[in-house]
Every structure is written in structure tokens, then in C-alpha cells.
């Protein structure tokens, strides 16, 4: 493939992301929040959200479902999503949370975090008069769960990090984030290979466990037999 052709194939994939959100913006919406979660699988760490909100003239190339992009390009989108966003923010819950109020519940606070988090930036950062952003914004989450009671206008979009633009930045954002915490926990806690699996159950990380026990970063709930 040339570099021509790899550029076209980038720019279609950018127009088929953005249709998704158009279409949602066409129901009235000024601003689409996109909001994805990463780190609910592993065994150590916490699970991160986030939240973002991308200006209609946003044109990077390479957006889609972090899960397929190199950690290299994940981190240069990470930092022009950052700098381009009309609004973003993460949403952290620790492993400590997680063995108390269960995966799923832990998930939908730090996307609640994540979401307040952007909307202050938003609202701080807007200059129109349209009233309310409860009016105008509407709420893209990857997968099936609504987070919050409180929140209007939210969507479940199942696998929304290859459908829709806002939710594939939101997916970088929090996998590079939680991706660097990781790597931070592998200078601390050495023996777990955290550096490569990030957390997630691999032979190392099994075997860093046979022969060192869990850390203050492991998921107790998920695993009992290292208690």
C-alpha cells in the first residue's frame, strides 16, 4: 500500500466514524460526548474512563478502537485529542473500589467521573447562549449499560469504539491513561511484567503471583485464591 492509498483508506475511515455522530447531531444536538471505558478485565489496577467531546471540524487521521492502534500512535492521537477537544475528561476507579461495589458498578462511576469532568470543561470553555447543555448534548457510551440515572439523553452503542468518532477518541484517552499508570506500577511492583500485560492475566503476571502474592494494586475480588 502506498502512502496514497494509506492516506485515503485513513480519511474514509474518519468520514465513516464522523457519519455516526452526525447522525445523532442531526436530531438537534450541538455537542456529542463520547464516552468509553478501558481496564475492566484485569486483574490489577483500576478501570479508567473518558470522556470527550470533538469539534466538528476535528480531521485526525488514525482514529478508531484503541484496541487497534499501536501504543506509538495511541499516544500522538492521545495528545491531539487533548489539544483539539472542545472538552474532555477521565474518570478513575481503584481496585479498592472495584472489591467493593463490583466491576460493573465501579465502570459506571468513573464513567459518571469522567462525564461531570468533561461537562465542567465545556461548560467553562463554550461561548454560544443555548441554554442548558442537558439540552443540547447528546451521550454515545460504548457497550450496553447506562451509567447514571441523573444523565439525559444517553445511548448504549455496543462495540461504539469502531462505530462512532467521539467514543473511538474517548477509547484512546482512557487506554492511554491507564496504559502509563500501569507502566508506572511496574517500576514499583517489579516481578508482574505490569509493563506488557498492563494488569491483565498473562503467564508472567501468574507466575509474579505464585511466587510474590498479590500487591496493594490487585483485585481482590478477582482473585480469591491469593487471599
Not at 490489577?44 to 478502537?65: K, M, Q, R, T, Y
Not at 442537558?134 to 439525559?152: A, H, N, R, T
Request: with cysteine; net charge neutral.
Amino acid at each position: 500500500m502506498t502512502k496514497t492509498e494509506r492516506e485515503e483508506r485513513l480519511k474514509k475511515r474518519l468520514m465513516e466514524l464522523k457519519s455516526y455522530d452526525c447522525q445523532v447531531k442531526s436530531r438537534g444536538y450541538k455537542y456529542i460526548v463520547g464516552i468509553d471505558e478501558v481496564g475492566r478485565g484485569p486483574l490489577a489496577g483500576p478501570v479508567v474512563s473518558a470522556a470527550v467531546v470533538l469539534p466538528e471540524e476535528f480531521s485526525a487521521l488514525g482514529i478508531d478502537d484503541s484496541k487497534k492502534i499501536s501504543e506509538k500512535k495511541r499516544n500522538e492521537l492521545a495528545a491531539v485529542i487533548k489539544k483539539e477537544a472542545l472538552a474532555y475528561g477521565l474518570g478513575w476507579s481503584d481496585n479498592r473500589r472495584i472489591d467493593e461495589i463490583n466491576i460493573r458498578e465501579a465502570t459506571k462511576e468513573a464513567m459518571f467521573k469522567a462525564f461531570s469532568e468533561c461537562m465542567a470543561m465545556l461548560e467553562k470553555k463554550r461561548t454560544d447562549d443555548v441554554g442548558s447543555l442537558d439540552g443540547v448534548s447528546f451521550v454515545l457510551v460504548d457497550g450496553d449499560m447506562i451509567f447514571s440515572d441523573e444523565v439525559k439523553n444517553v445511548e448504549p452503542v455496543v462495540k461504539g469504539d469502531s462505530k462512532s468518532l467521539s467514543i473511538a477518541a474517548a477509547s484512546i484517552l482512557a487506554k492511554v491513561a491507564r496504559d502509563n499508570y500501569m507502566i508506572e506500577m511496574d517500576e514499583k511492583y517489579k516481578g508482574y511484567d505490569f509493563v506488557s500485560n498492563k494488569g491483565y492475566g498473562t503467564k508472567k503476571h501468574y507466575e509474579g503471583l505464585n511466587e510474590l502474592g498479590i500487591t496493594d494494586i490487585h483485585r481482590k475480588s478477582f482473585l480469591r485464591n491469593w487471599r
